[in-house]
């Protein structure tokens, strides 16, 4: 099989004094995502969703959170990581789909400035980043502004 598909997921709790970063951006707003690294979940769902493409395990497995070596991470370097790894077995990101889902702030200003900077990244064309935006409607935890999520698809192909 020359083609693989993977999905990812994940989803960080929104509090104060931390950055709100997405795709490697730096986003304004008043809260920012809680985790070990950046806690940036665009990247981190689009890592999971390579790794799984090639069944190799979770982000959690290459870059534990019990680990301090990970402790404030740009999610860019993991992701560079990530590619080397499918790379190193022969494979590569056909293309990348993923959606956004927060209250706030609003996502759109920022989208075309994640695409730049995940392609760049990834060394692929901005044109195979997908990256859509939406809210939860007002509806659960992201609803409630608790938190950001995100799911993500990637498309790996041999060769």
């Known amino acids: 099989m020359n ?3 993977g999905n990812g997921y994940d989803i960080h709790r929104l509090v104060p004094d931390r950055r ?4 490697g ?8 995502l809680l985790g070990h690294s950046d806690a940036d979940v665009l990247t981190h769902a689009i890592m999971d969703a390579m ?3 090639l069944s190799l395990g979770d982000i959690g497995h290459y870059f ?5 070596k990970w402790s404030g991470a740009n999610s860019l370097v993991l992701l560079e990581q990530v590619n080397q790894l499918i790379q190193a077995r022969g494979w ?6 993923s959606v956004i889902i927060a209250e706030q702030p609003k996502m759109k200003p920022h989208l075309e400035a994640m695409k730049e900077k995940l ?3 990834l060394h692929i064309n901005q044109d195979q980043v997908g990256i859509k935006a939406t809210t939860n409607e007002r509806l659960g935890p992201v609803g ?13 192909f041999r060769g």
Not at 20 to 23: A, D, E, N, S
Not at 64 to 68: G, T
Not at 92 to 97: P, S, T, Y
Not at 144 to 156: D, S, T
Request: glycine share 14%; net charge negative.
């Open 144 to 156: 409630r502004e608790e938190g950001i999520a995100v799911y993500a698809v990637v498309l790996l």
């Open 51 to 53: 790794l799984g493409g």
């Open 92 to 97: 590569h990101v056909g293309n990348i789909d």
């Open 3 to 5: 083609i693989r598909i």
């Open 25 to 32: 951006v730096d986003i304004p707003h008043s809260l920012g």
């Open 119 to 121: 392609a760049h990244t």
């Open 20 to 23: 709100l970063i997405l795709g």
């Open 64 to 68: 534990p959170p019990s680990d301090p």
